[in-house]
């Protein structure tokens, strides 16, 4: 709950200072436009930062609040969704403003089929930006997921944690590049069409 008040308390500050510099946007300034979607960003990031602290505390938790009994299971994941629900809630709102900021986007959090859907109201420049980004992440991805797995090796040595903790990034790593894999081949057949 602390870092969820923490977090969530930066990425609503920076959800109103979009907000703001969006309603004091006269229209012409593209400066201050670019501002207000950057801070909505920010917004995003430090939302998303905090689902993963929120997913990671769950499992932590678990094995203690189980230790309680059914009450201490039942309220880590009162707190577990509550955070969650006031995550959504505030990405929805980010979605709102943007949808008001440019009338193109289609879209709700709240939709099984929301990426799709954002994405096809993005324009070319606005799809380019995201497949470079996506790139960026896919490449750090893999450079993290090799560093940390000759971490683990070496803390096996003094530790003996097993294979597991290996096996997990190893298998993160291996799906982040069988999917760009097939998604390059996938991309490839398309373009000689």
């Not at 709950?1 to 309603?23: D, E, Q, W």
């Not at 430090?46 to 609040?65: D, G, K, R």
């Amino acid at each position: 709950m602390i870092t969820g008040v923490i977090l969530l308390g930066i990425a609503t500050g920076f959800y109103r200072a979009g907000k703001r510099l969006y309603s004091q946007w006269d229209g012409e300034n593209d400066t201050q436009m670019d501002m207000a979607e950057e801070k909505l960003s920010y917004t995003l990031l430090f939302s998303t930062i905090e689902m993963v602290i929120c997913f990671f505390f769950l499992s932590a938790a678990f094995p203690y609040a189980y230790g309680n009994g059914p009450y201490g299971v039942l309220l880590v994941v009162l707190e577990f969704i509550a955070v969650v629900v006031v995550i959504v809630v505030l990405q929805q709102r980010v979605v709102d403003l943007e949808k008001v900021m440019n009338p193109e986007k289609r879209g709700s959090v709240y939709d099984r089929k929301f990426q799709r859907k954002w994405m096809d109201s993005c324009d070319e420049a606005q799809r380019s930006q995201v497949f470079q980004a996506s790139y960026h992440a896919h490449m750090i991805t893999s450079r993290a997921c090799v560093f940390v797995w000759l971490m683990l090796i070496f803390l096996n040595f003094m530790f003996h944690f097993g294979l597991m903790p290996s096996f997990v990034v190893l298998l993160i790593w291996g799906i982040s590049q069988v999917s760009y894999a097939l998604a390059c081949i996938r991309m490839g057949r398309h373009k000689d069409r």
